[in-house]
């Protein structure tokens, strides 16, 4: 059918010009790359991100640029709605809304970050001991845990600020101490896995001291672990002092963050919408973009992970 | 159920019972030593003190106080108001409180799973539709943003610039404004359930048994309500947990918002008005709530899925 | 020969899918023939089409799957009125795939037997299903036709094993209720997709002689998928070569074992390990199979191929007969009449050689 077509050489061998015992290869990237090629992937992550770095900057930027203060009371100024000179306008007191909403959305970002900093050292600490030396001492601190573990969060923070007078670093630590306990699950049974593979059992059969282990051998391998429960710790704590702030518990007047903000806003939201509604928008978009980030953050640095 | 399910079912029950005891004792201790409450009042003269202390059988040694504590919590005494209901008797405070509060959390938690498995089946049914996108945005939006803020958003709209719904609870309708809070609390589960169910039931879809039902020739109908549904539903059990502490710290604020007279907002204005018997009986009440739950769950799941054995990944 | 009875003809098939990352054309006209009693195994490495195949004549595709162009007719006698029917099942609806089809004409044994069986559902009920589904039998019928299944199948205690769930048995207990489930609804034809892969070794000729035993004992034709040669020796009338979406040489049993054409043919027995291997290493094939994203431009396997002519990069061979049989065929230009004479490798012949006088 097709003999017309043949060519004259089309017959011959194409012989051994052609080296064919090599495989495809796929160029190897590093875990760290290939992470962030799959973030990258992820739209709705990186529009988080760039959503919370620019939330962020405001925070930092916009009360030190600010020619109101946030606390300054000035009743001649009080509920003007937002207009060129005041943008998000005053609230009963006077005070700018502007520069409150920044400064309380740095509060509220400074609370969770520090809140996070403090779980983790506990919880890594906590888990990490539990885990490696294992025996008695584990069995000893699941159980402390497993107790703390069973009580609700909000009665654990209910109780501490009862013990504290509600501040600043009152609600960082009653947060610290309610969300280190996922981080020192976490840490440990990564410790458990991570004590069982060859290259710890060979860093310890040439002399390795535990010390020596736990920092070179352990901790790198669970950074991803660490930064996925990181991320998705920041929303809660977010929440968590918005929450107490709102209810009443939270930082003292006249403090701003979100929660006091929305709650200020709350009390007059009938007449004067705006004063919650800018709060409650800034809140409910940081929460989202948290959410997505630690999601995009989740299955990019560890697609084995399912979402749950 | 074999010997290793009621070992751990009794292990967990010990467990159980010394965390409720030790929230107890720090309880406890905490409304004794705790500055500001009625007793530490500075203004109060010595006489004085000593006629309230005894009123509240504060002259006893600290550890027959605690035992009187115990024993009348157990005859369901839990003392009497000290601030907030001057000498009401809190147990039936917290227990009228609590009863509304259960209820909400109940009908929120019911209404809120049916129609977050439904969504999420839905969107697991026609994967990657505009449907599915629709849903999936939704319950992020709904897993992100708290309770709290749906029920300020729904107050505003519903109640305030709609007027078709009652702000405020009224025991006369009780029914007709419960509508709002219980909407707000549903939010959550709602979106927590649909994500969930989401996930396992595609997870469930595309599993080997599926194609062997598929291929022994059973329809549509049947591959998804008698293979699929069970798989993709059973393990929504093991979010109930976490759900349950969303909607413990929802009922709080809606229950302020819509003032629903619920525990919440016994506790809340327990707390402002430092009112101790109160604060205890309902913390005691949130945690001893919250633990009997999360046995309850864990003992279900294990009861209805036939794959876990429980107490078989023990320590 | 003659009263050879064909239930089964492919033709041409092609089959895509759609991905992420392009359009693959899984399948590149393959055509196949099954004859009734007969069994025949589809032999290639992973990713060769040879699943996709199967699970077109089931019509249980994955959503992203598509039918481009071919015929599979499926013959058959109507169970009341003993009637011949031939259809074409690319042109059955869904829901006659699902009513005539699936389960009933035609049963599939799967891969995995630890996750194909539905976790929360009894043994029982999942054996007794499809017979009450498709025959609407009684319940009491039903659990009596699964008991004797499940002798059948070589389960004791099978009315103890009918109140189980599937992970309270064993690996190759599990595939013995896999093939009582596909044998439940008396299909004609049992596909056994990789059945032995994930078993035990010492399992897997026990489930390799009780499909061979059901065979007979019911007249089944059984399509084999697998690249385990050994098992093809074993139970295979016939033997369809696939490569790349296309099947490369097909024949009997005998003729691919002891007088085998294509190169990859070639390729497949040397890497087949045996016990008396003299070699020092096992033989690879070098290379990897094309992704089939790219359109394939001459013969698939040239790239991989030692013996490649100058027209395989250039034009897909035509299917050659090889002289003298009826049943053998190879797709390559090495069969053409032009092309230089290639014997297969030294190696390869004096292995066929003993394995012939071994009679395996």
Known sequence: ??????????????????????????????????????????KGAVVAVILILIIALFAIFAPMFSEWDYAEINTSLKN?????????????????????????????????????????????????????????????????????????????????????????????IALAFTEWIGMSRITRAQVLKVKEEEYVLASRTLGAKDFFIIFKEI??????????????????????????????????????????????????FLVYPYIMLIPVAIFSLLMLCFNLFGDGLRDALDPTMKER | ????????????????????????????????????????????????????????????????????????????????????????????????????????GLAAVIIGTIIGMALGVFAALHRNSIWDTLATALSVIGVSIPSFVFALLILIFFASYLRILPTAYSSSQPIYSSIMP??????????????????????????????????????????????????????????????????????????????????????????LSSDYNIILACAFLYAAMYIIMMLIIDIAYGIIDPRIRLGKDEG | MADRERILKIRDLNISFKTDNGNVKAIRGVNLDLYKGETIAIVGESGSGKSVTTKAIMGILASNGKIDSGTIDYVWYDEYTGERKERDIVQM?????????????????????????????????????????HYKKSKQEAYQKALELLELVGITDAEKRMKNYPHQLSGGMRQRIVIAIALSCDPYVLICDEPTTALDVTIQAKILELIQEIQK??????IYITHDLGVVAKVADYVNVMYAGKIVETGTINEIFYDPRHPYTWGLLSAMPDLDTDDDELYT????????????????????????????????????????????????????????????????????????????
């Not at chain 1, 998000?88 to 520069?99: A, E, H, K, Q, V």
């Not at chain 1, 930064?227 to 701003?256: D, H, K, Q």
């Open chain 1, 1 to 42: 059918m097709e003999d017309n077509k043949f060519l004259p050489n089309d017959f011959e061998f194409v012989g051994d010009k052609r080296d064919i015992t090599i495989d495809e290869v796929i160029p190897t990237t590093s875990a760290w790359k290939d992470a962030l090629k799959r973030f990258c992937k992820n």
């Open chain 3, 93 to 133: 609806s869904e829901r006659e795939l699902q009513k005539e089809i699936r389960g009933r004409k035609i049963a599939m044994v799967f891969q995995d037997p630890m996750t194909s069986l539905n976790p929360t559902m009894t043994i029982g009920r999942q054996v007794m299903e499809p017979m009450m589904y």
């Open chain 1, 80 to 172: 003007i709605a937002p207009n060129g000179e005041h943008l998000f306008g005053t609230d009963s007191y006077g005070r700018d809304l502007w520069t409150r909403l920044w400064f309380g959305t740095r509060i509220s970002l400074f609370v969770a970050v520090a809140a996070i900093i403090i779980d983790v050292v506990i919880g890594v600490t906590y888990g990490l001991i539990s885990g490696y030396f294992g025996g008695k001492v584990d069995s000893v601190m699941q159980r402390i845990q497993e107790i703390i573990n069973s009580i609700p969060t909000l009665v654990v923070l209910i109780i501490l600020l009862m013990f504290m007078k509600p501040s600043l670093g009152t609600i960082i």
């Open chain 3, 217 to 222: 004992k019911k007249n089944l034709s059984v």
């Open chain 1, 219 to 268: 901790l790198p391998n669970i950074y991803s672990q660490m930064i996925i429960m990181v991320m998705m710790s920041i929303p809660n704590a977010i929440f968590y002092e918005a929450y107490l702030s709102f209810i009443g518990l939270g930082l003292p007047i006249p403090e701003a963050s979100l929660g006091t903000l929305i709650n200020d806003g709350y009390k007059s």
């Open chain 2, 182 to 271: 219980v909407a707000a609390l549903s939010t959550g589960v709602i979106a927590n359930v649909s994500r969930f169910t989401r996930t396992e039931m595609i997870e469930v879809l595309d599993s080997d048994y599926m194609i062997l039902a598929k291929a022994k020739g059973l329809d549509r109908k049947t591959l998804i309500f008698s293979h699929a549904l069970r798989n993709a539903l059973i393990p929504v059990i093991t979010i109930l947990g976490p759900i349950l502490v969303n909607l413990m710290t929802g009922t709080m604020v809606v229950e302020l918002l819509c003032s629903v007279p619920g525990l919440g907002k016994l506790l809340v204005n327990s707390i």
């Open chain 2, 1 to 104: 159920m074999n010997k290793s399910t009621l070992k751990y079912i009794g292990k967990r029950l010990i467990i159980s019972a010394i965390t409720l005891f030790v929230i107890l004792v720090v309880l406890f201790l905490m409304v004794r030593f705790l500055p500001g409450s009625p007793i530490n009042n500075e203004k109060l003269s010595a006489a004085q003190r000593a006629v309230i202390e005894a009123k509240y059988g504060l002259d006893k040694p600290l550890f027959t106080q605690f035992v009187i504590y115990v024993k009348d919590m157990l005859t369901g005494n839990f003392g009497v108001s000290m601030n907030l209901y001057k000498d009401m008797p809190v147990a039936s405070l917290v227990g009228n409180a609590a009863k509304i509060s259960f209820l909400y």
């Open chain 3, 285 to 360: 094939i070098p290379g990897t199979p094309p992704n089939l994203i790219y359109e394939v431009k001459g013969d698939a396997f040239a790239p991989r191929n030692k013996f490649a002519l100058n027209i395989d990069l250039r034009l897909d061979p035509p299917t050659y007969y090889v002289p003298g049989s009826k049943t053998h065929k190879v797709s390559s230009w090495l069969m053409h009449e032009n092309a230089p004479k290639v014997e297969m490798p030294e190696a390869l012949r004096k292995r066929l050689d003993k394995m012939k006088k071994e009679g395996v």
